[in-house]
Structure formats: C-alpha cells, structure tokens
C-alpha cells in the first residue's frame, strides 16, 4: 500500500468515528490514538513521573485526528511561489508564479495528498514539548501565562496544515537574542511588555505582502525567512515567532470581512492578566477598542476542540457546514465589540423558504456573488437568533442542502448604532442608477492618498515659483476627473505635486490648452525618480503615458511630483486626472453586466459596453446591486444606491 493511502485510510477511520454519532459526538481519547499509532507511547513514556509535561503530551495527543497536513514534494509549486516573492525581491506575484510554473510545474489542490497527523513521528512532539517546556521554565514572563494559555498558544506543534517540520530550536537562537537587553527588567514579567520589544525588532525586517498571493494551504515556518504572503501568511509568521520564546500569541479571524470578499487574520497577545492586545502585520500592539470595525463575528483559533461548541449540534456531522463540524475556535466577537455586539433575531415571516425542524441556519455574509456562514443556529418556533452580532455589513441567511447554501432570507443590514434590520427587496418601481466604478474605492487607500494633491504651474523648471492651480478636497470617484480653469493662465512647466505621507499616488493627468478640446498638452517628461533601491514599476514617467493601469508611487511618502515641460508657454484651460487604481473603474470599450438579488438569485439587468467611464441602468427599486466586468478584474463588491451614488458594502 502506497505511504499516502495509508495516511488517507487513517484520516479517513478516525473521521468515520468522530462522525459516528449525531447526537452526542464520539471524541478520541489518547488510548484512541495510541491504538492507531502505538510509536506514540514513547512520547508518554518521555514524562513518566513529571505530571506538567504528561498533561501537555496528553493535550496534543487528544487533538491529532483534528489535523492533517501535505507532503512538501505536493506543495513544492505552491511553497516556491512564496519563496521566489519573498526572496527573489526583484520579482513581482505574477513573476514570481510564472517563474515557478516553468520550473516546477503548477500546484493542484484536488490531487494533493492529505497527511493524518494520527502519522505524526513520535520524536517530533518530544522535541516540540521539550523546546516548548524550555522556554516556559527559564523565560521571565512565563510565570504569568496560565497553564490553559500555555497549552492553547504557546506548545501547538503546528497552527493549522502546513507541512510538519521542527521549528522552535532554529527560532528561538535568532529571536532570543533579541530580548537580552530587557530579561533581566522588573517589566519583563509582562508578557506584553515583552511582545512590544519584540515586535519593535521584527517590525523593521522586510516584508511582501500580496492579496494576489490568494488563500491555500498555510506556508508553515519558512515563511518566517521568507516573509511574503497575505495577511494569514504575515500572522502565522508571528506565531511561530513568539511562540519560541515562550510568549502567548495566537490569531484572531473573520471568517469574511464586512467590507470586502476574502477572510481577514491577525495576531493577539496576552498581557500578565491574560488580557487581549492585538496586532496587525508591522503595526503596534493595541488595545481590541482600537481595532477597525468592519465584522460580522470574530472567532479566536484555538488547536484544542471547541467541545461546548460542538455539543449544541443536533444533527448528524455531514449535514453540518463543514466550516463548523469540528469547531477548533471561540467566539470572541463580544471581546471586540461590547458595545455593538447585538443579539441578532430575525422573525419567521422574514423567510423566503421554509426551513426544516431542526435545520440548522447559517448567518452568511459575501463573498462576490456568493454567500458565506460566518454563524450558525437552530430556529425556534418565531425567530431564528444569533448571539454577539455586530452591524453595518450585508448578510443574509441560508441553509446547507446536499453540499449547496441555499438563501431563506432577502440580504439585510444590522444597524450598527440601532439594531434595526432593514431587508433589501426588489419592488417593481424602477429607478436609474449611474455607476462609475465595480469595486469601493475606499477600501484602497490610492483614492483617498490624492486628497491635497495639487496641480501646479511655473516658468521655472524647478518651481521656485509656482501657481496653484487646482487643490484636490476630495476622493475622486471615477476614471476620468475633470478640472475647468476659466481664467486659463500660460505656463511652460505644469506638475502633479502628491500631498504628504501619500507617496505621491497618481496614474494619469492630462493638461488642456482649451477648456473643451480633446488634443491634450505633450512634452518633456519630469519629475521625481526613485532611488535605485526605488519601486521601478512605478515610476513618475506613468503618469503621462495614457494608460490609467500604470501609476506613479514614489519611494518617498513626502516630496514627489511628475510634470511636463511643454517647451513653450501653453495656456491651461482644463485638468483630467485619474488616481492610482487596480482597474476597479468603469472602461470604456469593456463588457459590464449588473445584477441585483431577489429570492435568493441574482438577476441580470443586461450587458452594456459603455463608450465613457459610466454607466446608467434602470434597476428595481431598493434591490441590492452587483457589477461585473466580463473584460476582466477579479475585484467586484456588492453595493446599493443612496442619494445618486454608489454604497459599498
């Protein structure tokens, strides 16, 4: 028998007990899995008589049939990619994948082999629970973890299923050092005072984040020398990391963001109280009042079995969502949100289909046209009601039939401030709608970075003395961006200077002699270039060669600016100007269809290909909306239309 299906058979054994019962939910007992793998009685064996370190082995062996990972040889194309963009500096996602493909081929999730950690060598977690003990017995600080704390974020072996490998001895002789300075301190028996030294130091090595990275398998502990990814990535590197030396710290999650398609992951740690700090990527430790407010619900991955949470399922575990069959989180949304954590009930009549006895119903949010569980609860005889929800996000609720979320409810929004529900019907009364964009521009920061940008004139190339003129007050909105200027003035140098900390984001501007006139102004291209260390794909020479998808990003967050020399004095009469953006806006000549939901469905509007950068559709009233361009782009979001303009949700 090949060694893969022999790891397959012992996944698939373990499963068929935990899925054995519907009622009350078989849980494996360490004779369980002694029974499968009998190596691992050297690791009980190892602690004889030290009763710490016994519990400890116990707590991971109780959770192996949870876990499961991939072989690296599966993983190879997947694992180099985060390599190659990492390392490789030099190299963009797209590089970096292409780069790969011709040399290891491509990474296939369907026939990667699953690895049981029921498989796991018993070595391996001896000298995990050794290095994990090490630290707890000679760090300062770790007298103020508790011992549930210990076991939850500082012994896990793993954090999810990456490829197994030992980690914390190479971790802890390059991280530890870093903290010599400060262990001998009355503050170092603060865990918290610890992370924030510690996070001081990673804070100013380099990293490479990509959402385009997307989401598969976890990376595993390379990706603390290669430090590229997502924000998953990013997190999971923090735990590795502080968890070598002994500190609490795990991730906190959204299963969806309210505001956009995809998860969103970040680290906690733990002071001497046990309180919660959390951390974002390079970012300082905060408090969690302080963390932005875009959620439904916020869970905490733990790597023991949630089993209260397990224990209120009623129903057989294959007709569960497969996200909640075997919760290894708590709900931590009230931790986050005291005072916008609402209790979520949503009457009966409010269904658009029936829901059977004792069916589970799913809180979902969206995910582009899709929606997603993020929560879940039984119906009672009025209401269906969720715990600890927070407003100001779109969701809606479904039930799970045969493999497929099947919506009961229209989408609705919780009022974060009054708890109300509003539901989005579709009523026959038709309305038009104009629509500059298929993305919310808020969500980058590229619309909001030209905010005090300005447009300026000069005789001087140098602009000792300049004209002002045109201040940008707000974010544009849509591709193409208009300034008329009256009372025209001649200049022969003109620029874009981007306002502070903005890097100088810009991707197009385009100066006219007349007010009205399509000829736009040429000349000599100036500007400030990047170092030599500088971003070269961006470079200050974009913003004039017609292409909106190209963009200027100066390595400097102050001081840049691109410009024109126009040879000779030329009057400006009119500015049209477009932000850095990732081709979110409408473009003409591209194939556009809207969509808006009703019973359950999406429903086409009809296909437009506009010739300007807008669009206008007739669409029911009080319908929630949803644009897609079949040219291409990945980044659509769901939206609504209040007081003539685009709200994303």
Same mark, same amino acid.
């Given at each position: 028998?090949?060694?893969?299906?022999?790891?397959?058979?012992?996944?698939?054994?373990?499963?068929a007990m935990l899925m054995g019962c519907s009622r009350r939910h078989y849980r494996p007992s360490v004779k369980d899995v002694l029974k499968h793998n009998p190596a691992l009685?050297?690791?009980?064996k190892r602690y004889e008589g030290n009763s710490l370190k016994t519990e400890a082995a116990e707590f991971l062996l109780m959770n192996l049939p949870y876990y499961y990972s991939?072989?690296?040889?599966?993983?190879?194309?997947?694992?180099?990619?985060?390599?190659?963009?990492?390392?490789?500096?030099?190299?963009?996602?797209?590089?970096?994948?292409?780069?790969?493909?011709?040399?290891?081929?491509?990474?296939?999730?369907?026939?990667?082999?699953?690895?049981?950690?029921?498989?796991?060598?018993?070595?391996?977690?001896?000298?995990?629970?050794?290095?994990?003990?090490?630290?707890?017995?000679?760090?300062?600080?770790?007298?103020?973890?508790?011992?549930?704390?210990?076991?939850?974020?500082?012994?896990?072996?793993?954090?999810?299923?990456?490829?197994?490998?030992?980690?914390?001895?190479?971790?802890?002789?390059?991280?530890?050092?870093?903290?010599?300075?400060?262990?001998?301190?009355?503050?170092?028996?603060?865990?918290?005072?610890?992370?924030?030294?510690?996070?001081?130091?990673?804070?100013?090595?380099?990293?490479?984040?990509?959402?385009?990275l997307g989401y598969g398998p976890h990376i595993g502990p390379d990706v603390v020398d290669w430090v590229s990814g997502n924000c998953r990535e990013l997190t999971d590197r923090?735990?590795?990391?502080?968890?070598?030396?002994?500190?609490?710290?795990?991730?906190?999650?959204?299963?969806?963001?309210?505001?956009?398609?995809?998860?969103?992951?970040?680290?906690?740690?733990?002071?001497?109280?046990?309180?919660?700090?959390?951390?974002?990527?390079?970012?300082?430790?905060?408090?969690?009042?302080?963390?932005?407010?875009?959620? %439904?619900?916020?869970?905490?991955?733990?790597?023991?079995?949630?089993?209260?949470?397990?224990?209120?399922?009623?129903?057989?575990?294959?007709?569960?969502?497969?996200?909640?069959?075997?919760?290894?989180?708590?709900?931590?949304?009230?931790?986050?949100?005291?005072?916008?954590?609402?209790?979520?009930?949503?009457?009966?009549?409010?269904?658009?289909?029936?829901?059977?006895?004792?069916?589970?119903?799913?809180?979902?949010?969206?995910?582009?046209?899709?929606?997603?569980?993020?929560?879940?609860?039984?119906?009672?005889?009025?209401?269906?009601?969720?715990?600890?929800?927070?407003?100001?996000?779109?969701?809606?609720? %479904?039930?799970?039939?045969?493999?497929?979320?099947?919506?009961?409810?229209?989408?609705?929004?919780?009022?974060?401030?009054?708890?109300?529900?509003?539901?989005?019907?579709?009523?026959?009364?038709?309305?038009?709608?104009?629509?500059?964009?298929?993305?919310?521009?808020?969500?980058?920061?590229?619309?909001?970075?030209?905010?005090?940008?300005?447009?300026?004139?000069?005789?001087?190339?140098?602009?000792?003395?300049?004209?002002?003129?045109?201040?940008?007050?707000?974010?544009?909105?849509?591709?193409?961006?208009?300034?008329?200027?009256?009372?025209?003035?001649?200049?022969?140098?003109?620029?874009?200077?981007?306002? %502070?900390?903005?890097?100088?984001?810009? %991707?197009?501007?385009?100066?006219?002699?007349?007010?009205?006139?399509?000829?736009?102004?040429?000349?000599?291209?100036?500007?400030?270039?990047?170092?030599?260390?500088?971003?070269?794909?961006?470079?200050?020479?974009?913003?004039?060669?017609?292409?909106?998808?190209?963009?200027?990003?100066?390595?400097?967050?102050?001081?840049?600016?691109?410009?024109?020399?126009?040879?000779?004095?030329?009057?400006?009469?009119?500015?049209?100007?477009?932000?850095?953006?990732?081709?979110?806006?409408?473009?003409?000549?591209?194939?556009?269809?809207?969509?808006?939901?009703?019973?359950?469905?999406?429903?086409?509007?009809?296909?437009?290909?506009?010739?300007?950068?807008?669009?206008?559709?007739?669409?029911?009233?009080?319908?929630?909306?949803?644009?897609?361009?079949?040219?291409?782009?990945?980044?659509?979001?769901?939206?609504?239309?209040?007081?003539?303009?685009?709200?994303?949700?």
């Amino acid at each position: 028998m090949k060694r893969h299906s022999f790891n397959l058979l012992c996944l698939l054994m373990i499963l068929a007990m935990l899925m054995g019962c519907s009622r009350r939910h078989y849980r494996p007992s360490v004779k369980d899995v002694l029974k499968h793998n009998p190596a691992l009685e050297r690791v009980l064996k190892r602690y004889e008589g030290n009763s710490l370190k016994t519990e400890a082995a116990e707590f991971l062996l109780m959770n192996l049939p949870y876990y499961y990972s991939y072989s690296e040889k599966d993983m190879e194309a997947y694992l180099k990619v985060h390599e190659y963009y990492g390392v490789g500096k030099w190299y963009s996602v797209q590089q970096a994948q292409d780069s790969v493909m011709r040399q290891y081929g491509t990474y296939n999730a369907i026939t990667t082999n699953k690895i049981s950690d029921l498989t796991i060598s018993p070595e391996f977690l001896i000298e995990n629970i050794d290095w994990a003990f090490k630290v707890r017995e000679e760090q300062p600080w770790s007298k103020n973890v508790s011992w549930e704390d210990f076991c939850e974020y500082i012994l896990p072996y793993r954090i999810k299923d990456e490829c197994l490998k030992p980690w914390r001895e190479k971790l802890y002789n390059k991280y530890n050092p870093m903290l010599d300075d400060i262990r001998d301190l009355p503050e170092a028996e603060d865990p918290l005072f610890v992370s924030r030294v510690l996070i001081d130091s990673i804070s100013r090595e380099e990293s490479r984040f990509s959402s385009l990275l997307g989401y598969g398998p976890h990376i595993g502990p390379d990706v603390v020398d290669w430090v590229s990814g997502n924000c998953r990535e990013l997190t999971d590197r923090l735990i590795y990391i502080f968890r070598a030396l002994g500190l609490p710290c795990g991730c906190d999650y959204m299963p969806l963001r309210g505001d956009g398609n995809v998860a969103h992951y970040w680290n906690f740690v733990l002071d001497k109280e046990g309180t919660t700090y959390c951390m974002y990527e390079k970012q300082a430790i905060k408090t969690m009042e302080d963390f932005f407010d875009c959620r %439904a619900k916020i869970y905490r991955q733990t790597f023991s079995l949630n089993e209260d949470e397990q224990d209120r399922i009623r129903c057989d575990l294959r007709k569960v969502y497969p996200n909640f069959r075997y919760p290894m989180y708590k709900d931590i949304t009230r931790m986050y949100s005291d005072v916008f954590a609402r209790t979520l009930t949503v009457p009966r009549e409010e269904l658009i289909s029936k829901v059977r006895k004792n069916e589970i119903v799913y809180l979902c949010c969206s995910s582009h046209m899709k929606w997603f569980p993020v929560a879940w609860a039984y119906p009672d005889r009025g209401s269906i009601t969720f715990n600890d929800v927070q407003g100001r996000v779109i969701m809606c609720l %479904a039930v799970y039939r045969d493999g497929e979320l099947i919506p009961v409810t229209e989408p609705f929004e919780l009022n974060k401030e009054t708890g109300n529900i509003h539901h989005y019907h579709a009523v026959d009364t038709l309305e038009d709608v104009k629509l500059l964009n298929k993305y919310h521009q808020f969500y980058e920061s590229f619309t909001q970075r030209m905010v005090g940008g300005t447009f300026e004139g000069s005789d001087y190339a140098d602009f000792r003395v300049k004209d002002t003129l045109h201040i940008i007050t707000d974010p544009p909105l849509r591709l193409h961006n208009v300034v008329k200027l009256p009372d025209a003035k001649k200049y022969r140098y003109v620029r874009y200077y981007g306002p %502070a900390e903005a890097y100088c984001n810009v %991707a197009e501007v385009s100066f006219y002699s007349d007010i009205e006139g399509n000829e736009y102004l040429t000349g000599d291209i100036i500007g400030t270039p990047n170092g030599e260390s500088g971003d070269k794909e961006h470079d200050y020479k974009n913003v004039y060669d017609g292409n909106p998808s190209t963009s200027f990003n100066h390595d400097l967050p102050y001081g840049g600016w691109s410009g024109l020399d126009l040879k000779k004095e030329q009057p400006i009469s009119r500015i049209v100007y477009t932000a850095r953006n990732r081709e979110n806006y409408i473009n003409a000549g591209d194939t556009y269809e809207l969509f808006y939901s009703s019973a359950g469905q999406w429903h086409s509007v009809g296909i437009q290909i506009p010739t300007g950068d807008s669009l206008v559709y007739s669409v029911p009233k009080g319908a929630l909306l949803y644009l897609k361009n079949h040219a291409g782009g990945v980044e659509e979001r769901i939206f609504d239309y209040h007081e003539g303009l685009q709200r994303y949700w």
